[in-house]
């Protein structure tokens, strides 16, 4: 795949979640294929709006479907890897924090609520990015 997208050069739209339970927590997952934790999300399908997918992200990845999509984070340019994604954030509230959990364990491995600062040591890199500006109160864009 790899390859191939270093061949091709596929554009990807894709969204991800930054969701906070009532205490300010906020979900992450990890996922059976690659290192680390993320917030949750993935690609948009074809007709799909970006905040119809994010709802349907997260009832996928993590069994979440009573969520509040409270606005924008931002929006990024990932071309690492030989990619040329677009990836949209969302803030997120739940009100039920319970309800968390390894909706599709083929994909994730796991699912958990974290404060910011007990995020877990293997969170990656530009997960943290956002997390910080959603601290700072800041709204994102540019690379991801």
């Known amino acids: 795949m790899r390859l191939y997208s270093r061949i091709v050069r596929p554009r990807t739209f894709g969204v991800r979640a930054l969701v906070l339970d009532p205490t300010g927590r906020i979900a992450l997952v990890r996922h059976h294929y690659i290192e680390g934790w993320y917030l949750p999300g ?49 803030r997120c509230e739940v009100r039920d924090p319970a309800i968390l959990r390894a909706a599709d364990p083929r994909e ?35 690379t991801w």
Do not use: C, Q
């Open 42 to 90: 993935g690609g948009v399908d074809r007709r799909e709006s970006a905040d119809a997918a994010i709802r349907r992200e997260l009832a996928e990845e993590v069994g979440l479907i009573d969520v509040t999509l409270a606005g924008l984070l931002g929006v990024y340019h990932n071309r690492s890897e030989a990619k040329d994604d677009h990836v949209v954030v969302y």
């Open 108 to 142: 994730i491995a796991e699912a958990g609520w974290f404060t910011v600062d007990a995020r877990p040591a293997t969170t990656s890199p530009a997960t943290r990015r956002r997390i910080d500006e959603h601290l700072a109160g800041r709204h994102g864009m540019g």
